[in-house]
C-alpha cells in the first residue's frame, strides 16, 4: 500500500522559506520519479516540480523557478522542497505525489497534502 | 505549454443517470491522459490512466476515452458517492497541466 505523508506546512511571511517534506512508504522510493503539485484555496492543480528516481534531473514550473528546489533522500525515503523567497501566491495545499507506469511524468498516487499558507 | 480545456465547469445530476465530461488538449498528446476524483479537503484519486486504463479498485461505471487531443470521462450510473470534482491532466511533456476541474453535484 503507497504512503506518502507530507510534513512541514505552516504560516510563513512574504520573503522567508520553508522546507515540506514527503516521508514514503510502501513502495520501492529509489526507483520512481516523484512530483510536487499545489491547490490554492478553491481553486485547481498545478503541478511545481519532478525530480527523476536518482535525484539526477530535477525540473520546475515556471512559477517557482530559481526560488524552490526539489531534493531526495533514498536512503530515508524521503522527498523534500525547499521554498525561499515565498509570496502570498504561492499559498496553497502542498501534495507529494508518487510517478509510475514507466514514465516519469505520470502521476499516479498522491499524498493528504500540507497547508502552507504565506501572509503577514 | 499544453492547455487542457474541460467542460462543463459544473454540472448536476440525477442518481442514475449517465454522466459525461470532456476535456480537450491545445496539441496531440496521444493517450498520455490521466482522470483524477478529488473529494471536498481530500487528495486527488487517480481513477483512469492512459486515457482508458480503469485503475484497479475503481469501479466499473467509471471510464474514459479518447486519443490525440479529444477526450470523454464518463460515469455510467451516477452514485451519491460520486459527488466530487474531477480533473483531467495531460502528461505527454512537461509541465504536465490539468484542466480546470468539472465540479459533480447531486440534483
Known amino acids: 500500500q503507497v504512503q506518502l505523508v507530507e510534513s512541514g506546512g505552516g504560516v510563513v511571511q512574504p520573503g522567508r522559506s520553508l522546507r515540506l517534506s514527503c516521508a514514503a512508504s510502501?513502495?520501492?522510493?529509489?526507483?520512481?520519479?516523484m512530483h510536487w503539485v499545489r491547490q490554492a484555496p478553491g481553486k485547481g492543480l498545478e503541478w511545481v516540480a519532478l525530480?527523476?528516481?536518482?535525484?539526477?534531473?530535477?525540473r520546475y514550473a515556471d512559477s517557482v523557478k530559481g526560488r524552490f528546489t526539489i531534493s531526495r533522500d533514498n536512503s530515508k525515503n524521503t522527498l523534500y522542497l525547499q521554498m525561499n523567497s515565498l509570496r502570498v501566491e504561492d499559498t496553497a495545499v502542498y501534495y507529494c505525489?508518487?510517478?509510475?507506469?514507466?514514465?516519469?511524468?505520470?502521476?499516479?498516487?498522491w499524498g493528504q497534502g500540507t497547508l502552507v499558507t504565506v501572509s503577514s | 505549454d499544453i492547455q487542457m480545456t474541460q467542460s462543463p465547469s459544473s454540472l448536476s445530476a440525477s442518481v442514475g443517470d449517465r454522466v459525461t465530461i470532456t476535456c480537450q488538449a491545445s496539441?496531440?498528446?496521444?493517450?498520455?491522459l490521466n482522470w483524477y476524483q478529488q473529494k471536498p479537503g481530500k487528495a486527488p484519486n487517480l481513477l483512469i490512466y492512459?486515457?482508458?486504463n480503469l485503475k484497479t479498485g475503481v469501479p466499473s461505471r467509471f471510464s474514459g476515452s479518447g486519443s490525440g487531443t479529444d477526450f470523454t470521462f464518463t460515469i455510467s450510473s451516477l452514485q451519491p458517492e460520486d459527488i466530487a470534482t474531477y480533473y483531467c491532466?495531460?502528461?505527454?511533456?512537461?509541465?504536465?497541466?490539468f484542466g480546470q476541474g468539472t465540479r459533480l453535484e447531486i440534483k
Open positions: 505525489a508518487k510517478a509510475g507506469g514507466g514514465s516519469s511524468l505520470r502521476i499516479e498516487s
Open positions: 510502501g513502495f520501492t522510493f529509489s526507483s520512481h520519479a
Open positions: 525530480i527523476s528516481y536518482d535525484g539526477s534531473n530535477k
Open positions: 496539441q496531440d498528446i496521444s493517450n498520455y
Open positions: 492512459d486515457a482508458s
Open positions: 491532466q495531460h502528461y505527454d511533456n512537461l509541465p504536465p497541466t
